[in-house]
């Protein structure tokens, strides 16, 4: 397929059958669509130890969503979905821009197995899953214009459980057996859209993400909101027995259920969450703010490193690091006289062009700063198989990767990875301060490689953020290989 001939809104229209219902199917996605086997993808398993809890998040407030009956909604089977097209003067007015809605549709599970959401809360699926699309109007004339932009798309996503009957989604489940066949569409009264919604619109999951069909653009905000919402067992059966994702004239029709992707892979992603209370999820840790972050880097980059590490070194480091990464005291206890000057000559040497210097000179926030993930594995496994010239890696690894974490970190977007904290020191004076920071980075790296001897490691000892976990400490200090009596002299 070649998908360079089509729009993108023509591509989230494509069914792909043989690709989205085919055994395993979604593995091949990449090999047309390149973005749905890269960064950023969605959906994924939203896990305890990825949640933050940012106390700026408030409720989503939707505008315009309670529709009269005059106004006419199509519903339509696409081949891969039940979706209802929406009215532009349905948006969303809780977030930085105006995002407009354009669709919403589902996936679901089969009858004999009513599991089919695609993002995950801890390991349990639900049994369906709706999203609310919208797109950046403030910015882009249309879906079509949005759809492959950073900040493009907002998606409101909606677990669905088989419990009590719901009466919002009767409004058209009712009309489903008219869309029985793949493009098969009907007109449907306007109904009010924030029943389909949970009670509640402040506590969600917030992370960026993509879409989860090809071309898997990596363009959307999700918010996933933490209370599901019931279906009765007759209405989840109406989407996973009635409908065919093949044509009416077909000789061999084919269902239509199991439409969900598989979560991907979380990397380093935070997901932040606007709740903190008692469901078991009280622990969470609250996301440092963007002031605090850049004090700190500010700090790291020209201020004393004696009094950060006593004071908030560890705010800087991939939370929960400290366990994998936990050295004995003494282990610190190094020969500094005896390996400073060899370490002014190599590891301190300044690089000619810091990008790291240039970006955090101003401590300022690009519009649309990005969510780091690791992608140093990503490029790696990439020229392994072109056999490519490692020197484009190295220059990656050394001013790409790096500002794209800062830039990152300082959105509160991403934890700030140790090969980038190594990358600062390394354009500071050399001290002795900032040689046994080095150091004693260097020995949590290289204790990280000996444990997990299954992650890759770069030549120069950087290890990918993505594989550190994130479990809690439960000694005093955060990172027990970082003493603050090691820096005193």
Not at 47 to 57: C, I
Request: net charge positive; aromatic share 10%.
């Amino acid at each position: 397929m070649h998908s360079l001939r089509f729009t993108p809104i023509l591509l989230l229209q494509l069914t792909f059958l043989g690709v989205l219902h085919g055994p395993d199917g979604e593995q091949h996605w990449s090999k047309h669509y390149p973005y749905c086997g890269g960064a950023f993808q969605s959906p994924i398993n939203i896990k305890a130890e990825l949640l933050r809890f940012d106390p700026t998040l408030g409720p989503i407030a939707v505008q315009n969503y309670n529709l009269l009956p005059n106004e006419q909604l199509t519903l339509g089977n696409n081949g891969h979905a039940v979706q209802i097209s929406l009215p532009s003067k349905m948006y969303i007015s809780s977030l930085p821009h105006r995002y407009t809605a354009t669709q919403l549709h589902f996936h679901w599970g089969t009858s004999s197995r009513p599991l089919g959401s695609e993002h995950m809360v801890n390991n349990k699926q639900y049994a369906a899953e709706m999203h609310i699309v919208h797109f950046n109007s403030d910015k882009y004339p249309n879906m079509s214009m949005a759809v492959d932009k950073s900040d493009g798309l907002a998606v409101l996503g909606v677990l669905i459980e088989v419990g009590e009957f719901n009466p919002a989604f009767e409004q058209f489940l009712k009309f489903i057996n008219g869309i029985k066949y793949r493009d098969q569409k009907v007109q449907v009264p306007g109904f009010n859209i924030r029943a389909l919604l949970p009670a509640r619109l402040d506590e969600y999951y917030r992370y960026d993400g993509s879409l989860t069909t090809p071309p898997c653009y990596p363009s959307v905000l999700w918010t996933v909101f933490r209370n599901h919402v019931t279906i009765s067992r007759k209405q989840f059966l109406a989407l996973a027995t009635a409908l065919y994702s093949s044509h009416a004239q077909d000789s061999a029709p084919v269902p239509l259920n199991g439409n969900y992707r598989k979560p991907q892979l979380a990397d380093s992603r935070l997901v932040l969450v606007s709740f903190k209370d008692g469901r078991g999820l009280h622990g969470i840790p609250t996301v440092t703010s963007s002031f605090t972050r850049k004090q700190i880097v500010q700090q790291l980059l020209v201020g004393d490193l004696a009094d950060l590490a006593d004071e908030g070194l560890y705010k800087l480091l991939p939370s929960g690091s400290e366990k994998l990464l936990a050295g004995k005291k003494k282990d610190l206890k190094y020969q500094k006289s005896e390996s400073l000057a060899k370490y002014k000559q190599t590891t301190l040497k300044p690089t000619k062009t810091s990008q790291t210097s240039r970006f955090v000179g101003k401590l300022g926030l690009a519009e649309g700063a990005v969510c780091y993930i690791s992608l140093e594995q990503r490029v790696f496994n990439q020229l392994k198989l072109s056999h490519a010239e490692t020197q484009i890696v190295q220059a990656l690894r050394d001013e790409v990767f790096v500002q794209l974490n800062l830039r990152s970190y300082l959105g509160c977007k991403s934890d700030l990875a140790l090969p980038t904290v190594r990358h600062i020191l390394r354009v500071r004076p050399p001290t002795n301060e900032a040689f046994e920071l080095d150091r004693s980075l260097t020995k949590a790296l290289m204790d990280q490689k000996k444990t997990r001897q299954s992650v890759p490691v770069t030549k120069t000892g950087s290890l990918s953020p993505a594989i550190v976990p994130r479990k809690r400490h439960s000694q005093g200090y955060p990172h027990p290989w970082l003493f603050p009596m090691e820096w005193e002299d």
